[in-house]
């Protein structure tokens, strides 16, 4: 596998000396290196921002990503309605999230089972409208010192008056409307009402974090649409260019061929975006896959593209 970062500007990234490059390559899979998780894409990511800080501090950086959970994730303790009781736990138990045990060095520690022990954490603070923490544990001086308060509690709190009457959560987690709890739409459901409440609405991504916390914009892409990505059109040139090699069982041979494959695609082509100039043409996706198709080879795609596409589909 081979992770990268381009730009219509530099190419593929690498330092103003040409020493530093941001290309990893990974054998994935369970007896080789693993597989890239959350923690590559921030190592990788602070890598592009080392460079990008040090060597074109001129330029104002987006950095783009796929919507994929890789990217996505959130640090474990981060607000989240998904699992929260609604009410305080009774007796012994308490709620909290589950998070992968880690020793000094911060790594992480595995059970008798060969499985990453697991305990249970406190969720972190929420934030009130006015700005203000919210905990979700009860305080020392409460009588249920350091339990959950449940989803009920926490909504009343926030003025929500009928929470504890509210069910725990619509079948499913269906509920007949998504907005449910936002302006004038009734609440339906304590899991909905909380889901839609502003701050657990903007939880961001670690990498959402690691990124503006060090000036840099970030953008994911909507999901299930990587055609939106120009990276993808690299890695499509690159597969062309692959087999035109002889086929090789030496690792060494078949890891230079994909080196030499990207390292052939022009800049020329990295500044091409058909899919995007199809998508501000305002296309539907199967439209714009059509039109990437057809206009292969073009920059751009004609202004009276969805004419052309009707006649060659004899619609209309
Ligand atoms: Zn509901």
Not at 1 to 28: C, I, N, P
Not at 79 to 97: E, I, Q, R, Y
Not at 207 to 228: N, Y
Not at 243 to 260: F, I, T
């Amino acid at each position: 596998m081979v992770a990268d970062f381009v730009s219509a500007d530099y190419g593929w990234l690498q330092s103003t000396d040409g020493e530093q490059h941001t290309r990893l390559l990974l054998k994935v899979g369970k007896n080789c290196e693993g597989y890239f998780q959350n923690k590559d894409v921030l190592e990788h990511a602070a890598k592009v921002m080392d460079i990008l800080e040090r060597d074109y501090p001129q330029d104002d950086h987006l950095l783009i990503f796929d919507n994929a959970p890789t990217h996505t994730k959130r640090a474990p303790d981060e607000l989240s309605a998904g699992k929260m009781p609604k009410g305080t736990p009774k007796g012994d138990k308490n709620w909290g999230v589950e998070v992968v045990v880690r020793d000094d060095q911060g790594k992480i520690v595995h059970g008798t089972d060969g499985k990453p022990k697991k305990t249970k954490a406190r969720m972190r603070n929420a934030t009130f409208l006015n700005g203000n923490p919210q905990l979700l544990y009860f305080p020392d001086n409460h009588m249920y010192s350091g339990k959950s308060k449940g989803m009920a509690v926490i909504l009343k709190e926030r003025g929500f008056k009928n929470a504890l009457q509210l069910r725990a959560q619509c079948k499913n987690f269906k509920c007949a409307n998504l907005l449910t709890g936002t302006g004038t739409v009734p609440a339906c459901c304590c899991r909905r009402l909380l889901f839609n409440q502003p701050d657990f609405v903007g939880v961001r991504s670690l990498l959402e974090t690691a990124c503006t916390g060090r000036g840099f914009a970030i953008l994911f892409l909507p999901k299930f649409h990587p055609e939106l990505n120009p990276i993808e059109q690299c890695w499509g040139c690159a597969k062309l260019k692959y087999p035109l090699n002889p086929p090789s069982p030496k690792e060494a041979l078949v890891e230079a061929n994909v080196l030499d494959a990207l390292s052939s695609i022009d800049l020329k082509l990295i500044r091409r975006s058909r899919f995007l100039d199809a998508y501000r043409q305002g296309l539907c996706p199967e439209l714009v896959v059509w039109a990437a198709k057809k206009y292969h080879g073009h920059r751009v795609v004609p202004q009276n593209v969805l004419a052309l596409f009707n006649v060659a589909h004899e619609i209309g």
